[in-house]
Structure formats: structure tokens, C-alpha cells
């Protein structure tokens, strides 16, 4: 029997996808998975080979052979210096933040109803519609010598605790401005809406019932929070502080505007491209984080924290 | 891999030759309507940040090319600019012009087609960081000296004379220590600063050059870094965050550049700068042409204009500058005076080192520390190494 063949061109095409899903696969799935492979991964993959070229010592040529001469050179104690301090600001501000964003958190999801909950959303939304750069450069004002912070804390007559934090070695400083903690500060405004979010959404999933059995059988209301809502929000926990830990890792901005000029790894990326031309050494630089978040992810899901999700 | 290698050395390579093969312009045409150029921040102005300062509407007026500004930030981008193309004219300094002849990115200007090139100041006309090889290429746009800013509260009747002010501690004139109070560049051409320093201090060391240092000098050098990392709190990276830092920080000294200097005393901030015995660093900016620029005669329309019109005065005005063109200062053409601009440090010149890209292979003793190691060793430095 003859067929009939439909006629038009979209008809054709049509029936194309309909004999053979392959293509209609094909056709759905490639846009996308190009764009991935060549221009995300791809452009990840350009980075990692760079990482592996050398600096020539003399000419300041980079030599393209493959050597790991150039991830030796992170663990000179200079480079190795940077590495550690941006890890352990990243480490601090996380936690800090978990601790910070907590009871906000639980309090927005388990008791703020109607204009309050809209109110606790809109206030930790808020700030992340106004401009990274203008936060980052208030804060430098805020934290000055001369600035309302110091302006406050010297009204209350408190100027004698600053001074003894600012006279700490390694993270104080002749003003908060320039020292560590100022730069803990600013990350940790920043960075905190991003563990805020998750840890609510995962606090409003937390069942009620299990909370009123808990108390049924006698635990106190630490227990419950120990044994039921932490390890039942963990997901959220462990989600911002992928955010937190890994946005304060990546950060270069806020470091070189508040802070004592010790640099963080990305601006250490930032110095070595560029006029230096050693593209070799902030390559190195840029796979630090990846390979930071790595081992992070892979303790995390040790310790079960995707069980949940 | 190999195949897109050898594509991009091939390119290379023809980039490489074609200012050889592309001969200078010999006779201007008629203007093509347009022109492109990438310039500083604040370098081309049509009247719209402030009407006072315009050079550029007159030039669409006499000429008919119409000026397109792409400004970049840094020189980096500056030559990233120029590596993309399609630009005519681009504003470069010392670090960048170099690097652009090198890379066969600009070509030679035939300095017939420029009737003001003979009112350039002549130290300036063969400049190494434009002439190559007898070569020009470029004309000489603005230059600026990297001046000590104090506060004169702090250090009263008695100006700093020296840089030791930043580089040693010591007590300043109003009983304090400088610990603390005083600021360095977060760059690390600031080790060039050094350099100078102990040029003038430790003749013992044999420099010549501050951007020519041997294993020895460059030691030394980030020696004397060493003392005053433990004397500055934070290094300044942002001309606005500096002035912020002067007000509010309790920063009584730094080097700097006029513009801050000019911003803070139109403010009322009792601030003056000098440029101190030893000598100073600086920058000097030329205006380059794009070996492939789509508008050659309304570049060089362009270049004539930047020497022959109020720009060179108007310009050093509202930059804090000198212009390339000394009559500038004094002939009227525009708002600049003789005062203002030895103001702005015009008779230093020859008190001033200009920027260069330290290389490995240099004139004075053959082999030297190249940049790249300065920013890696600068930022040890900074972080207390």
C-alpha cells in the first residue's frame, strides 16, 4: 500500500521525530549539552591544562610542556599563606553564619506568620537587591577610624573592648577597617542571606508531628533540637554553607577594599594574569578552590549530609 | 590541539610581520566621519561631566569625525582592547606601549602628517616607551609624576623632604610615630619605588635604572618593603578609597598622584603633595594608532588636534597632568598656567623615572628581574613574607 505522504516541510519534520525519537532527542538535548561541554566544561578544561605550563625563569616566556613545577610554586610559604588565610576566613564565615542564621531562620519558618514572614523575607532579600559594590564600600565608611561604628562604640563607652580585639595579633589591626575582623564583618553581611534561604526552606520541612513526638517522649526541648530538627535541616545547613564557603573562597573585591592588602586567592589570580603574564600560576591559583569545594562535597557526603535530599 | 597551535602561531606570525608590510600613511585624505578610542577615565571629555572641560566637540566641528571613547581601567585591558580591534587610537601607557609595539598591535605614525609634532617637548619626541628603533610610534599625550601626598596637620611648617617618611619609622612633626599612618601603592611597580629610594640612598648598590634591577639591588629593595609593610595598614589600590582613607583612616602619607591631591584640596583637606629629593616615579601616556585602524585620517586629524588645541592645557587641568606640548601651559589655548603646571611637577621631568615593564633581558647590566617575579615576590611581601 502506498502511503500517503503528508505534505509541508514542518509535516516532514513531524513525522521525522515521530519514526525516529533519536533525533528528536538529539535535537532537544544538543543546544544545551554543547553549551556545557564546550563552553562550561570546556573553558574549565583550558584552565586545568594552563595550571600545567611553566613560567620560563628567565624569559618570562610560558614554556608549554606539561610540568607540576607550577602547583610546587603554591606551597612557597608565601603562596601557601594566601591559600591558608582565605580558607580559614572561608571556614570562619561559614560557621559564623550558620550560628547567625539559625535562630533567624527557625524563628521565620516555625513562628513568623502573614506581614511577619513577608516582613523576614523581605528583610533578608533586601539587602541582595542593592549593589555588592556600594554594601562593600559602606561598610568601608561604617568600619573607618573615623566612622559611625567607632563613632557608637566610643558613645558607650565600650572603645576599651574594641581596642583589646584590635590589639590581638594577626587579626586586629589599627582600625577595624583594616584588620581581619573588618574583613569577617563584610563577608559575613554579605554572604549570610545565602544561608539564611536554605536553611528556612529546610526548617519548613522539618514535620510538626515529629517535633510533638519528641516531646511525647520526654525529650527536652534541646534534645529535640539535637536529635530531631539539626540532623532534619542538615540538608539546608550543608546547602548554605556550599554558598557561603565557597562564595567568600572565590571573593576578590571585598579583601582589597576592607582589609590589611594580605591577599586572597582571587586576587592573587588577578595579580598573576595580566601584566605579570603568568597565566601558569593563577591557573594553579584557580584550581586551589575547586579542589577546596571538592574534598568539601566529598566529606560532606561522607558524613551523610545528601541522605536527605 | 596541535592543529589550532600551529593556526594561532601561523596568525601570529602574519601579525607579527604586517607593520613591516603596512606602509605609513604619506598624505591625509578627507576625514572618514568617525574615529575610536580607547582611552583613561577622565582623558576624553566632551563637556558632559563638567561643560567647562570639552575637547572634543570643536575637533567633530572642524573635522567632521565623530569621536567614539571605549575607556579601560587598567593597561591590561588596553591591550586587550586593541587585541580585539576595531578601534583607531588608544591612550597607552608606559607598560602598555611597549608591549603593543611588540606585539604588532599599533604602527609606526608618520610624523610629517602631524604639523604640531615640533611643539612636543623634545625629552619627550624620541621617548623609549614610543620610539623604537628611531620609530615613532605614537605622539606624546599627558605625563604625571607619582607625587608624596601629606597631610599638613600632621607634619605642619616642616614638609616631608624624603620618602623615608613611608619607607622608615619615625617620629613626624606632630609627636606621633608614622607607624600606621602612612600608605603605599598595591601594585608591584611600587617596588620600583623602592628601588629609587635606595638609588639615592645606597649609591653602594650601583642602580641605575629602578625598573632594571639585578638579583642583589631587587633584594635589597624588597628589604626595605619589608620595614614598611609593618608600617602601613593598607596598601592603596582605588584613587577614591586613598582620598577616603586620607579623611577617615588617620593616613597622613602617601605616594600618590596629582588627581587625588587636586581632589582633596578643591574639598578643603589640608593636603599638599611634593616630589621629595630622591626623585620620583611617573607615567607618561601616548596616543598610539591600531596597525588595522578603520579611520586612518581622522586618526591622525585626531593626534594633531590632541597637541594643537586646548586639549594638552584644559587636559592637565582637570587630570592634574602635564602636557606634552609645554607652550601649553602658557600660550592660553586653554585654562592651564605656568603655576599650574609647575603645580602638577613640570619642572621635575628630569627628576623622574618613567614607567616601564621591568624585563629580563635590560640595557644597563644585561640581565635582570623580570615583572612577573615582582608581582609574585611584591605579594609575599604584602602578606608579611
Known sequence: MMQVARKGPWAALSDLFWRRPGVLLIVLLGPPLIWLVVIYIGSLVALLVQSFFSIDEFSGLITHEFTLKTYGELLRPSNFDIILRTTLMAASVTIASAFIAFPIAYYAARYATGRMKAFFYLGVMLPLWSSYLVKVYAWKLILAKEGILNWAID????????????????????????????????????????MILPLQAALERVPRNLLEASDDLGAQSRQTLRYVILPLALPGLIAGSIFTFSLTLGDYIIPQIV???????????????????????????????????????WAAKRKGAFDAL | MTGRFLTTTAVCAVLAVQPALADMLTELGAGEGQVDIVAWPGYIERGETDAAFDWVTSFEQATGCMVNVKTANTSDEMVALMNEGGFDLVTASGDASLRLIAGGRVQPINIDLIPSWATVDDRLKGAPWHTVDGVHYGTPYQWGPNVLMYNTQAFGDTPPESWNVVFEEMTLPDGASNMGRVQAYDGAIHVADAANYLMYHNPDLGITSPYELNEAQYAAALDLLRVQRTLVNRYWHDAFIQMDDFKNEGVVASGSWPFQVNILQSEGQPIASVIPVEGATGWADTTMMHV?????????????????????????????????VPAACTDGRGMQTAEGCTLNGLDDFDRIKFWTTPVSACESQGECVPYYRWVSDYIGVIGGR
Open chain 2, 292 to 324: 588595522n585602524a578603520a579611520h586612518p585620517n581622522c586618526s591622525y586629524l585626531w593626534m594633531e588636534h590632541s597637541l594643537a588645541s586646548n586639549l594638552q592645557s584644559d587636559l592637565s587641568v582637570w587630570f592634574g597632568s602635564n602636557p606634552s
Open chain 1, 155 to 194: 558613645g558607650i563607652g565600650a572603645s576599651a573592648v574594641l581596642n583589646g580585639l584590635l590589639a590581638l595579633p594577626v587579626i586586629g589591626g589599627n582600625s577595624l577597617s583594616v584588620s581581619y575582623v573588618g574583613t569577617f564583618l563584610v563577608f559575613l553581611y554579605v554572604w549570610l542571606p545565602y
Open chain 1, 259 to 297: 582589609g590589611s592588602s594580605r591577599l586572597f586567592i582571587g586576587q592573587a589570580v588577578y595579580a598573576h594574569q595580566g601584566t605579570a603574564g603568568n597565566i601558569p600560576l593563577a591557573a594553579a591559583f584557580a584550581v586551589v578552590p575547586i579542589v577546596i569545594m571538592g574534598l568539601y562535597l
